[in-house]
């Protein structure tokens, strides 16, 4: 799994350039740049970090309020499960919180990206978030396929927990519960 976990590292990083450059007029073409890249291990758009390539600089107030913004920091990620699927073949459920958590107040587990290998190359190919009102992981983009949900995935054959979320409703429940 070092490779799922290094295939995140990457993306992971790259997200945080992306929002760094997304708060300077300067770096408008780097920001479009490193989406592009990223998009390039999606299954589709929907699968991925909300992060929308665009088509003109945003308005300059916008990077007024932006300018001495701190560099975002980085997602964390909780733990990785891998699963056997008739689709993919393997399939790993990468368990993470939202993009730029800048305090432990919201290192809190709400997004799991499902990974497979397609032609040699791994994507992301669905992304769930967690609702926090229920617990319940809801499908957010992808493979619209059925079988590519938390609840129908099976039994893991393998996990590693890389840290704890923070302690919230269930999110400290659902990074112990074996899926």
């Given at each position: 799994m070092k490779n799922i976990k290094d295939f995140l590292d990457f993306l992971f990083e790259r997200e945080q350039e992306a929002l760094n450059a997304d708060n300077y007029k300067e770096d408008f073409q780097k920001y479009n740049s490193i989406v592009e890249e990223i998009q390039t291990h999606l299954y589709n758009i929907s699968a991925g970090f909300n992060l929308p390539i665009l088509k003109k600089p945003k308005p300059d107030f916008f990077y007024l309020k932006t300018k001495n913004k701190v560099f975002p920091a980085r997602r964390y990620l909780f733990k990785i499960s891998q699963y056997d699927n008739k689709k993919y073949n393997t399939i790993w459920a990468c368990y993470t919180s939202e993009s730029d958590p800048t305090s432990d107040k919201v290192k809190m587990l709400t997004t799991?990206?499902?990974?497979?290998?397609?032609?040699?190359?791994?994507?992301?190919?669905?992304?769930n978030r967690r609702n926090l009102d229920n617990d319940k992981w809801e499908f957010f983009g992808g493979d619209d396929d059925k079988t590519l949900r938390l609840h129908a995935l099976g039994q893991p054959k393998e996990i590693i927990r890389y840290m704890e979320p923070l302690e919230d409703e269930g999110g400290l429940k659902l990074y112990k519960?074996?899926?």
């Open positions: 799991c990206f499902l990974i497979a290998e397609i032609n040699n190359e791994l994507k992301i190919i669905v992304k519960k074996d899926m």
